[in-house]
């Protein structure tokens, strides 16, 4: 039975491989449009409203662009999906969350599917396949 097991957890730690490296794609644009704009970054901030404007811009652009590579990685796996889900959390409030649901109306779909994702990510951790698994040898990924 254990061998099942086993055998069974390779096909998961795949897909949770390439989850990671779906999502950090999936931040790659918004992170770099926000670093080569930041400061238009922080006046649109400003303008719908998010309190701290200027520091919260940077702030967002620094996590989603750690995050990258972080998820890419599979290093710190669990911390920085947690903050990401934050970020996906203020999307949904200060962003989508107006338009509603559909993504065809830049409601906020797509910004859940990253929070539950990101959430598999903190329950579940990043998979074998990281450094997370070769570095923090805690059994989980076994």
């Known amino acids: ?15 949770l491989l390439l989850t990671r490296l779906a999502i950090a794609y999936g931040f790659s644009l918004p992170a770099l449009m ?8 922080a006046k649109w901030f400003r303008s719908i ?8 811009a940077y ?5 989603e662009t750690l995050g990258i590579v972080l998820l890419v990685l599979g290093l710190f796996t669990r911390y920085i999906s947690l903050l990401l889900g934050f970020i996906m ?8 969350g107006s338009n509603g649901y559909s993504i065809t109306a830049n409601g906020m779909e797509i910004p859940i599917y990253y929070l539950l994702f990101l959430m598999i990510f903190v329950s579940y951790g990043p998979g074998k396949f990281s450094l997370d698994s070769l570095f923090f040898k805690d059994g989980i990924y076994e």
């Open 59 to 63: 702030l967002v652009t620094g996590i």
């Open 89 to 96: 959390i203020g999307a949904i409030l200060f962003v989508h």
């Open 34 to 41: 926000k670093i080569e704009n930041i400061d238009s970054t």
């Open 1 to 15: 039975m254990a061998e099942i097991r086993v055998l069974f957890s390779y096909p998961r730690n795949i897909v």
């Open 49 to 56: 409203s998010i309190p701290f404007p200027d520091f919260t």
